[in-house]
């Protein structure tokens, strides 16, 4: 079993950047893929991004390509997704997850989830 706690949501100005944080528990950390996943009050949740157990491949959705990165430190056992030129739209609670390849987006592809940390961007 894995536990997940993000951390560094927060409020931000549009156009500005948050750096978010996935710390993983367990000794498993390294093997599984991990996804960001966002849902806004009132919307389905949505796929952000996700990245290889090594951290060489990622998958980003269309609407965040370019903007957002995801990245991964297996010695510290914890994901990252710097966002930046941040949108209104982008505000939601984001979620990260863990999986069994990048290549699989679907929310039923990850087994562990952890709570969220809200980012709002204001207009």
């Known amino acids: 079993q894995v536990q997940l706690v993000e951390s560094g949501g927060g409020l931000v100005q549009a156009g500005g950047s948050l750096r978010l944080s996935c710390a993983a528990s367990?000794?498993?950390?390294?093997?599984?893929?991990m996804g960001w996943f966002r849902q806004a009050p009132g919307k389905e949740r949505e796929f952000v991004a996700t990245?290889?157990?090594?951290?060489?491949?990622?998958k980003y959705a269309d609407s965040v390509k370019g903007r957002f990165t995801i990245s991964r430190d297996n010695a510290k056992n914890t994901v990252y997704l710097q966002m930046n030129s941040l949108k209104p739209e982008d505000t939601a609670v984001y979620s990260c997850?863990?999986?069994?390849?990048?290549?699989?987006?679907?929310?039923?592809?990850?087994?562990?989830w952890g709570q969220g940390t809200q980012v709002t961007v204001s207009s």
């Open positions: 367990g000794r498993t950390f390294s093997s599984y893929a």
């Open positions: 997850a863990a999986g069994r390849s990048y290549l699989y987006t679907g929310q039923a592809d990850f087994s562990f």
């Open positions: 990245i290889s157990s090594i951290g060489i491949n990622t």
